[in-house]
């Protein structure tokens, strides 16, 4: 199988790699968080989590054995050479996992969002170095913001990190300002890529054949009329923001249109799960279900672990449809049936209720 063009993004904490990630998602770029990957080492089984409870102990573990990755990161952000015990464990186990899933997926253009990607092994597969930037105090308001940091914290993990001297980038994105903004940049680094490297117009061109029409983009999310907002808003359940497409890219969301009208499916794809959150407008079932089949058929491109779909429980025949297409309810399943399925994140409520169709080819198998 012929390998995948691989971008490599890399930058200080809080500078927004995964905002880059995210609109490379938008055109149907296979995304990876190298910090996903270690999650999913680290959980029970896994070799990840053999390599750190022979370096920690147990002092790391939850009562009922898994590991809990806030105790262990204070441990090691407190202390220089634990930290480098763990990631010299850590990195060639993260090497091999995303070796797997570059020689087994079928996406042809790849990125990974790495920190520490300048000192791993993951710096051999990467074919272009992108780099984040942005000002200290953008730094400091995102971390506050989206991971309720304190300036004292900030400054600790700002100072951990230090990057090579002679490390070769070669594509800058300045991530301080507007969304738009770093949308233009990446646009016009897309745009350069096609016309000055063949191997990416390629890996492009693959891509852009087998996801059209799949995920609306930036210019497509600027046209979405006041309604649709409303009905994203609401199934985000975030507050209404000036700027309807920043807020939903903000979100992390992506929205797959559906046919015959306006309506659309709201959805993430977060740890290598597509988790649909909702519709933007009342549809037929047909709709729903020739929707979600956009979705399979995006999952498996992606190497997607399960797709996982929140309904209303009095959503009536739609629910006898989705059990004839493969879905089964979440309680259905034991917690260990599908361990790479973040179920803390999930709200099993009396209100919504969740449908989960596993996928047999998922990122989850690769994992050693």
């Not at 993260?94 to 990607?117: F, S």
């Not at 089949?293 to 929140?310: A, M, P, Q, Y």
């Amino acid at each position: 199988m012929k390998k995948p063009f691989v971008i490599g993004i890399s930058g200080s904490i809080g500078s927004g790699k995964s905002l880059i990630r995210h609109l490379l998602a938008l055109r149907g770029v296979l995304t990876i968080d190298a910090d996903e990957l270690t999650h999913f080492l680290l959980v029970e089984g896994k070799a990840g989590y053999e390599a750190v409870l022979q370096i920690f102990g147990d002092r790391i573990l939850t009562e009922d054995g898994r590991i809990d990755r806030v105790r262990l990161g204070k441990v090691v952000f407190n202390d220089p050479l634990a930290l480098k015990k763990l990631e010299r464990a850590m990195h060639p186990l993260v090497a091999d996992a995303l070796q797997a899933i570059l020689e087994n997926t079928t996406c042809p253009l790849v990125a990974v969002e790495a920190i520490k990607l300048y000192d791993s092994e993951l710096l051999h597969v990467v074919n272009s170095r992108w780099f984040v930037t942005s000002t200290a105090n953008a730094r400091m308001e995102r971390l506050e913001k989206t991971r309720g940091m304190t300036q004292h914290e900030i400054t600790e993990r700002l100072n951990q990190q230090i990057f090579p001297s002679d490390m070769k980038i070669d594509q800058y994105i300045e991530n301080s300002e507007r969304i738009t903004d770093t949308w233009q940049q990446l646009d016009h680094i897309w745009r350069e890529m096609s016309q000055e490297l063949p191997e990416f117009k390629i890996a492009q061109e693959e891509l852009s054949a087998k996801t059209s029409g799949f995920i609306l983009d930036l210019p497509e999310l600027e046209q979405i009329d006041s309604r649709t907002v409303q009905q994203i808003d609401q199934a985000l359940q975030k507050e209404k923001s000036e700027a309807h497409e920043e807020g939903i890219i903000l979100s992390r969301a992506l929205l797959t249109p559906l046919a015959g009208g306006e309506a659309c499916l709201i959805w993430r794809f977060d740890h290598f799960n597509t988790i649909v959150e909702g519709i933007s407008h009342n549809c037929t079932e047909k709709t729903i279900l020739d929707g979600l089949v956009k979705l399979e058929t995006i999952t498996k491109f992606w190497s997607g672990n399960c797709l996982d779909v929140h309904f209303m429980k009095n959503s009536g025949l739609l629910g006898k449809n989705l059990y004839s297409h493969g879905y089964f309810h979440l309680s259905s399943f034991d917690e260990y049936d599908l361990p790479f399925l973040m179920r803390d994140s999930l709200n099993e409520g009396t209100i919504e209720t969740h449908w989960v169709k596993p996928m047999t080819d998922g990122i989850w198998r690769l994992i050693p």
